[in-house]
Structure formats: C-alpha cells, structure tokens
C-alpha cells in the first residue's frame, strides 16, 4: 500500500493522536565506516562499480550501449534496484547489516529491539523524480512503537537527500544532510517526510527501516525510544568532544 499524501490527512487529528512528544524530531548517529564499510560491499557485490554517488552515470552508459536515450526515469531506480534483491540471505552486506543491529544498535537501545531483518535498499538516481511522497508512516503501518533508521550509503544533501518537516504539523520540508557515516534516526510515524526530484548530480543509495523496542506495542514506548536514543548519541557526542 503507498504512503497516505499528505493533502489526504486531518493533520490536526495526527498531532493529537502522536500525544506526548520527544525531545527532538530527529537525530544523526555517527559509525565508522572501515568498520562497517557498506559502500565498498554494495559496490564490489552488487552493482560493480567504484562510485555510488555515480550510478547514474552507469546507467546511462548502459542505456547508450543498448541504443536507448539517455534520460532515466523511475523505471531505472527499480532496476537498480531489483540487482539488491538478487541478493541471497547471507550475503556478505546482510551479515554486515546484522552485525550493524547486534554491535550497534542495539547496545544504543540498551535493551532488546525488534528491527526489519531485509529492509529495502532504495535508489534515487540523480536526473529522477521522487521516490517518496511526502507521507506519514503511522498512516500505513499503524504501529506507534516504532521510530525510523535511515542509512545513506554515499553523501547527500539538497534534493538527493530525506526531506523532514521542522515540527510535527509544521509542513515546511527542508533537507536533511547525512554524509556516509551517520544514520538518520527519526519519528517518522508522526514527522512528515518524503524526497523530491532528484536534480543534484549526485545519487542516493540508502536503507530504511523500522524498529521497535521488543513486544513493544504503545505510542509512549515509542517516544521512551527515541528519547533513549537522543539521550544516548548526545552523551557519546560529549564525551567525544571533550577527548578532542
């Protein structure tokens, strides 16, 4: 089913029902990417290239080759796309995924999580329209629980990147910029979000998914979530500043 539009909602009805709030909408949770190096897997196995951020250029090449125009549309995001689901279940980028939730994630939630084993990888070549309406989650999933996980594999901004609203109802959508190497971790059951044409040059490969705390079912374990996670990330974030 797609995400609910946002012209389709009582967004007065939403903001009442998201109840109390988080600290913060959203925020960035840093990782090192020679430890989890997810681009140079998704590069080496996947899509056999050297540059994510240049897959569009691929592609093209690949449309010339077959005497096609070189203009992409939707049609090549899902191609691409399809070459991530070829993948079997224990390959090397699943494991590294996994091994992402158990060594990371997870201690960051601090007790037991219940997350997506095979989220989507999802493709946003430079040169095509958006991938995402701008929607609400809850609208779909009607889980209250959950919070979103949101993992660029190459370095984005403008219209290659997430756009968020600054407040819950707020409807002024600004991107968000992640580089390769932060998650985004945001209330995307309530924060309204999507993406735009992408005309920045650069192309977005990325992983989202949801997660929850274990058998967790509520709206308040939802926020209890998200603030955890706040909580955690800004602790570590001063610690590290205070080292430097």
């Known amino acids: 089913m797609a995400a609910q539009a946002l012209a389709e909602i009582d967004r007065s009805l939403l903001a ?7 600290q913060r909408t959203h925020v960035l949770l840093s990782y090192d990417t020679a430890r989890f190096p997810f681009a140079a897997v998704l590069g080496r196995d996947v899509f056999r290239v050297h540059r994510l951020d240049r897959l569009h250029e691929y592609v093209r090449q690949h449309r010339a080759r077959h ?16 070459m991530m689901a070829r993948q079997p279940e224990d390959a090397a980028f699943w494991r590294l ?14 007790r037991g999580i219940s997350y997506t084993s095979h989220p989507k990888l999802r493709i946003h070549l430079s040169g095509t329209s958006s991938v995402s309406s701008f929607h609400h989650d809850i609208c779909v999933t009607k889980r209250p629980d959950q919070i979103n996980f949101w993992a660029p594999f190459t370095d984005v901004d403008g219209t290659a990147t997430i756009w968020l609203e600054s407040d819950y109802g707020k409807g002024d959508f600004t991107p968000v910029p992640v580089r390769y190497g932060q998650v985004l971790i945001f209330d995307g059951g309530y924060l309204g979000h999507g993406s735009v044409d992408n005309v920045s040059g650069v192309t977005r490969v990325s992983l989202d998914m949801r997660f929850s705390y274990k058998k967790a079912t ?3 374990e939802g926020v209890s979530l998200m603030n955890r996670v706040i909580q955690v990330i800004d602790a570590k974030t001063a610690d590290d500043e205070e080292i430097l």
Request: aromatic share 4%; glycine share 10%.
């Open 16 to 22: 009442r029902e998201a109840g109390p709030l988080p």
């Open 67 to 82: 005497g096609r125009a070189p203009r992409l549309s939707a049609k090549d995001n899902l191609m691409v796309c399809d």
């Open 97 to 110: 995924y996994h091994g992402f939730m158990l060594r990371i994630l997870a201690p960051l939630v601090g």
């Open 218 to 220: 509520t709206r308040a």
